[in-house]
């Protein structure tokens, strides 16, 4: 499951903070301020993956020296509060191999130099705890970078409603672009710039709970520079506590939620008894009387069975497509869905499609034709039914790996949070969720495997085949060229016998419902 986090914070003089200094720190080297003559030595520091500059094609050679970019940086600036650096610190995809996530590095810096013409540093650093937390610091200078060196500084950053507008349009493009190396390579997973509740209440009306419920968690808290030395040197702080209590409050709401959610998919027998049982005792709460209707109650789902007995109005029963409907919904099959697809092995059919209107004319008034026109429709539904198959597969197993991945997830956060193992129930529960969603993942996987694939191409093949006897049988019996309206009537103007089909009619198997099992 890739992660998407993006933060654009700045260095200002204000907070006694030194573009040499954040420099040397993420890239782990020495750097000396000959301002100040403070030397900045980090190269103790791990973690560093690469450092690479990148700079407009007109900038000259030593804006590529750290040391002598970030003096110059520094040189012009006068204010004594001025900003002297700004960040963009970005996560990268852990799906993405060393070699991928640094031609993404590559692409994201450029896009930023060609929009904002500025210098980039760009240092990745490796996880440290985290497997997952490959991300990157790119530090740029305020200015843009010219021929002759730093000229005017970048303001559209510097806040308001354009930085606002910059900010948003950075968190896309660095998304699109993440997305754009994840496809490159072949791999399903997406991020999204937007935030957790949006995405969490986009989820939940689409039906995924499960994605819906794993994003509205809380935020944890971000460690500052000096929580972060702290917590090397072993020195609990408050973030770190308060960190804790969220993680333990998200893995227990996403338990309970879970659990909740698997109930109500696989309830219990027991449950379904009682649910049973309140039911009945709801309906014999309806006494009918001669002088009248008592009702004592109406709940539940049985509520439209009370007003059926009470004389309500009875809902309408779906009525089935008249002719011209049939013909409107089939055309629309065919074009968007099947003739892309399917056009070279099914001529009937497209020779039918292509003289349907003027069939319709000719024999208006022969009642055999709506009924052709609506098992025509028919056995295209079933035949994109089957087309469907394999995608809805694909999705399965997409959506069974990514449960998977949470649930492994979800582990993690037990086995960190309860190192003793003392909550026994919890890390049982969480072991079960992630042994419930292997089994899911291998029988997705199954679903996928070639004997299956074939099974699914049979499928399909057979309902081409089925859909095309039906096409030849509707042009042998609606003939058009050497007929006319005259001719398509007997000579007491009424339509011709029934003529019978001219190959057999196949039976469709019951239409293919839901995923793998």
């Keep these: 499951m890739a992660i998407y986090h993006s933060r654009v914070t700045t260095f200002s003089r ?66 004594k509060n001025a900003t002297v650096a700004r960040e963009f ?48 610091h790119m530090l740029v200078t305020t200015r843009r970078m010219t021929a002759e060196g730093l000229a005017d500084k970048t303001r559209e950053l510097d806040g308001g409603q354009s930085g606002s507008m910059e900010v948003k349009w950075t968190r896309e493009m660095i998304s699109d672009l993440i997305n754009e190396h994840l496809a490159r390579a072949h791999i399903d997973a997406r991020v999204d710039p937007r935030k957790l509740e949006v995405q969490a209440e986009e989820a939940w009306a689409r039906g995924d709970h499960e994605a819906a419920i794993a994003l509205a968690r809380r935020p944890v808290r971000r460690f500052g520079k000096n929580a972060a030395a702290l917590e090397r040197k072993g ?9 804790a209590k969220i993680k333990a ?45 008592q009702v004592n109650r109406i709940g539940g789902a049985h509520a439209s069975d009370a007003v059926d007995m009470l004389g309500g109005a009875e809902s309408p029963e779906p009525q089935p497509p008249t002719a011209e409907e049939a013909w409107s919904l089939a055309q629309a099959l065919w074009n968007q869905d099947i003739l892309p697809v399917h056009a070279a092995s099914m001529p009937q059919t497209a020779e039918l499609m ?74 049982f529960r969480r072991v079960a969720w992630v042994k419930h969603n292997l089994e899911s993942v291998a ?21 081409t085949a089925e859909v095309e006897l039906w096409s030849r049988h509707m042009l042998n019996r609606f003939p058009i060229g050497a007929i006319d309206v005259d001719t398509a009537l007997d000579p007491e103007g009424r339509p011709p016998k029934k003529l ?10 019951p239409p293919f419902r839901g995923g793998p099992k």
């Design 249 to 293: 409050d998200n893995a227990a709401r996403l338990d309970k939620a879970m659990f909740q959610i698997a109930q109500i998919k696989h309830p219990r027998p027991h449950a379904q008894e009682a649910r049973r049982r309140q039911r009945r005792v709801q309906r014999k709460r309806l006494a009918v009387h001669t002088d009248g209707i």
């Design 89 to 136: 610190e970005i996560a990268l995809p852990h799906e993405l191999s060393d070699a991928e996530r640094k031609a993404l590095v590559k692409d994201i810096g450029h896009a930023l130099i060609d929009r904002y013409g500025f210098a980039v540093q760009a240092s990745t650093h490796a996880p440290s705890n985290d497997e997952r937390n490959h991300h990157v």
């Design 354 to 427: 292509v003289g349907m209107a003027e069939r319709v004319r000719t024999y208006l008034r022969d009642n055999a034709l709506p009924q052709a026109v609506k098992e025509l429709l028919r056995r295209l539904k079933a035949l994109k039914r089957r087309m469907d198959v394999p995608a809805i597969k694909k999705k399965a197993y997409q959506k069974a790996c990514d449960l998977l991945d949470r649930a492994q997830w979800a582990l993690t956060q037990v086995n960190q949070l309860n190192p003793t193992g003392r909550d026994v129930v919890l890390r």
């Design 500 to 509: 019978k089909p001219s190959a057999p009619i196949l039976k469709f198997p």
């Design 443 to 463: 029988a997705a996987e199954a679903a996928l495997s070639p004997e299956r694939v074939r099974e699914d191409d049979d499928r399909i093949v057979i309902g």
């Design 14 to 79: 204000a907070n006694n903070h030194s573009s040499l200094a954040a420099a040397a720190y993420r890239a782990a080297i020495l750097l000396v301020d000959q301002r100040t003559g403070k030397r900045h030595d980090y190269r103790r520091k791990r973690g560093v993956v690469e450092t690479v500059f990148m700079t407009p094609e007109q900038a000259p050679d030593w804006a590529l020296c750290p040391e002598q970019l970030w003096a110059a940086a520094e040189e012009a600036e006068k204010r």
């Design 235 to 243: 020195v609990s702080t408050e973030i770190s506590k308060d960190n």
